[in-house]
């Protein structure tokens, strides 16, 4: 029997070692092809807070250093803006993140007795989402005991009605009048992007309340600072209430009702309009020779006359050697010289006298400087004036040898025609002086439009016989002369360039303003060449008309109702006294938007308040809805001025500080209203929609 031979062992693992090296490879390539890990749901929650040491709410605390932990990676977001620290510190205080923790040091030496407070508002957020806790604050004591009083509200801006974001918000117990000026506010707190505002951490006392724009970071007002300030004095006090509330699951949707037992810090319905007294220390700011015949003088501050001007060197040859142009503007005050002396536009150095108000200290201090002016041209300009010097020179002196060679009767036929292209360059042109239509360009302008007129140079003589108004008679389309036409005068005083025509315009008419040459002459010699614009009157169809009937002034209350279009600029205005009717009769179809200013004095504008003389600013209203005008239509609109709450009272849809957006789970579906459709302005919010006793509503006698 033969045996079967054996299987040579290294054939055999000849081929169970490649296979062997399949199933590794094959087991790994399956082991990294499980693809991407996925992320997970977005995270929409913000961190939870999870404990502090000290502890919030401790007593007898002696260190200065506290430690806020939550739940997940933190940052702060903001925090010069959004994290305050009361009661006022001197010394900034050390605040980083690390990690989970929030870690704060304060710098300056604890005070006896005192209660403290770190009022972070929404400043903390998660690491990753960016998910802001809402209205984060930590309170702890030196003493026996937690002072728990507060009181809370919103900041305006008194003109416009915007909500003042960030600014501090803060008290005195010292009732002095000249504590916000001398000493930093005591307790403080910041608006959040609302405006609103809560001041925590108070004893029981009476206090005076401010708000500030702080911009020098001091506590204390300063009078270029943005500033509000009570009448009142304020004694912060608690109510305990009760209400069901509502506990939302993480989607939004309903997951328990409870009842829960509140403490209500009041006053919790303070208002406070900001304003800026406007004030600006006066002085000569710059001075400047724009060109030969120009002097500019640039005062810091508005003025309430020009600088009283004397020329020293050289001594002028006339009396009225200048005419002024003065434009006054919030800010600055700035006045051209237009030299008409021949001798002062011909020096190249120039020596004036100015006298002016100027500041110095807290007081207005009679002042006259100095000042000289010097002419001075780019090099460019001077070899320009020597290239045409010598060019000058050039032909006159060519002229002068052909003149000659004309006298001997040696002209060849080149010379004959050089002389007549010289004697063109002689023929002196004679310069008009521009004259155009300001303001309306177009052939067809508004019913409510005045005639307008600017020149290029100062306005010394108007002759009113040479002003034609023309009307032209339908159906013959023959121009007929106006009779009766009023006198063509400056724009307004100071402005030495401009004309207008104040006449009355009647609609769906077509008329020429005719000016024969000479009409006008500047303060240079120079006359205006013949001018004839016609132009036609929009017809009364074109037109809507509205009317708002305003309830809620006093008998004798002054106040000037404006029309806004969606940029907030005044396109019309008129003065009511007393709740009446204010009408605008031929209003351009659009979209319209009405304010209010109470006129206090009358004097025709809203007026800023002052700290020193105790004095509010003039109370601004809006109407809480936009109007829209269409041609040949007529808007009644009622509106009483203390039926919606201050913060609700401005359109959205002009409202600047807007507050922030933050990332929410489930977003509503935001439906915008029509053009048709009048906005609501019932949603929750710090007046609750009406107004109460007092010129603004507190919204908790609503509860």
């Not at 490649?18 to 693809?35: D, E, K, N, Q």
């Not at 008329?511 to 009409?519: I, M, Q």
């Amino acid at each position: 029997m033969k045996r079967r031979p054996m299987r040579d062992k290294t054939n055999i693992y000849t081929w169970l070692w490649p296979l062997a090296a399949i199933m590794v490879v094959a087991l790994l390539h399956a082991c990294a092809s499980i693809g991407s890990p996925e992320g997970g749901p977005r995270d929409y929650m913000p961190p939870h807070f999870v404990g502090a040491r000290p502890a919030p709410g401790a007593t007898g605390v002696t260190s200065g250093k506290v430690t806020l932990t939550f739940d997940e990676l933190v940052q702060l977001v903001d925090q010069q803006k959004r994290v305050t620290v009361s009661p006022t510190q001197l010394n900034m205080p050390r605040i980083a993140v690390n990690g989970r923790r929030v870690e704060v040091e304060l710098r300056d030496t604890l005070l006896p007795e005192t209660t403290y407070v770190i009022d972070l508002s929404d400043a903390v957020a998660d690491n990753n989402e960016g998910n802001r806790m809402e209205k984060l604050h930590y309170m702890f004591s030196t003493g026996a005991t937690l002072d728990t009083l507060g009181m809370s509200g919103i900041v305006m801006r008194a003109r416009d009605l915007e909500p003042m974001q960030y600014v501090l918000v803060g008290v005195h117990s010292n009732l002095s009048d000249t504590a916000f000026t001398r000493l930093p506010l005591e307790r403080i707190a910041r608006t959040d992007d609302r405006g609103r505002f809560t001041i925590r951490g108070l004893k029981p006392g009476r206090y005076r309340v401010f708000a500030l724009n702080d911009m020098d970071g001091d506590y204390r007002m300063a009078r270029s600072e943005d500033v509000a300030w009570l009448d009142t004095v304020i004694e912060p006090s608690t109510r305990r209430f009760t209400s069901m509330d509502t506990i939302f699951t993480f989607d939004h949707k309903v997951d328990t009702v409870v009842e829960v037992e509140h403490t209500l810090l009041l006053p919790d319905d303070l208002l406070l309009p900001m304003f800026n007294e406007g004030y600006r220390a006066s002085y000569l700011k710059t001075t400047a020779r724009l060109d030969r015949r120009r002097l500019q003088l640039v005062m810091a501050a508005p003025q309430d006359s020009m600088p009283h001007v004397v020329a020293l060197r050289p001594q002028p040859a006339q009396r009225q050697w200048m005419v002024p142009e003065r434009y006054v503007k919030e800010a600055s005050d700035s006045t051209i010289l237009w030299l008409t002396d021949t001798t002062l536009i011909a020096a190249d150095s120039l020596t004036l006298a100015i006298s002016y108000p100027k500041t110095v200290g807290d007081s207005m201090v009679a002042t006259t400087d100095t000042v000289h002016f010097v002419f001075k041209q780019s090099r460019a300009e001077l070899k320009q004036l020597e290239q045409e010097r010598k060019q000058r020179e050039q032909r006159a002196k060519r002229l002068a040898q052909l003149l000659e060679k004309q006298a001997q009767g040696s002209l060849t036929e080149d010379d004959e025609l050089d002389l007549k292209d010289l004697a063109r360059d002689t023929v002196t042109v004679v310069r008009h002086l521009k004259l155009d239509a300001d303001g309306n360009s177009g052939n067809k302008i508004e019913i409510t439009d005045s005639l307008r007129l600017k020149v290029d140079e100062p306005i010394a003589r108007i002759d009113q016989s040479a002003v034609h108004l023309l009307r032209q008679r339908m159906p013959d389309s023959v121009w007929v002369a106006l009779e009766d036409v009023p006198p063509l005068v400056p724009r307004y005083d100071g402005d030495c360039m401009g004309l207008l025509l104040p006449v009355t315009l009647q609609p769906d008419s077509t008329y020429a303003l005719v000016l024969d040459s000479l009409a006008v002459t500047s303060a240079y010699g120079t006359a205006s060449n013949k001018m004839r614009r016609e132009f036609k009157v929009k017809d009364e169809s074109e037109y809507g008309s509205l009317r708002i009937d305003v309830s809620g002034l006093g008998a004798g209350d002054s106040a000037i109702v404006q029309l806004l279009d969606g940029s907030e600029r005044i396109v019309r205005a008129t003065t009511i006294v007393g709740s009446g009717a204010a009408v605008f009769r031929y209003v351009t179809p659009e979209t319209y938007y009405v304010r209010l200013v109470h006129d206090r004095n009358g004097n025709g504008r809203w007026d800023t308040g002052n700290y020193a003389q105790h004095l509010q600013p003039e109370d601004v209203f809006y109407l809480p809805q936009r109007i829209k005008v269409r041609r040949n239509w007529d808007v009644s609109q009622p509106w009483d001025i203390y039926a919606t709450a201050v913060d609700l009272q401005k359109p959205e849809q002009i409202r600047k500080n807007k507050p922030e957006t933050k990332s929410k789970l489930l977003k509503p579906k935001e439906t915008k209203p029509t053009e048709e459709e009048d906005d609501e302005f019932n949603s929750n919010a710090f007046g609750r929609g009406t107004y109460s006793g007092n010129r603004y509503q507190d919204y908790h006698n609503s509860r």
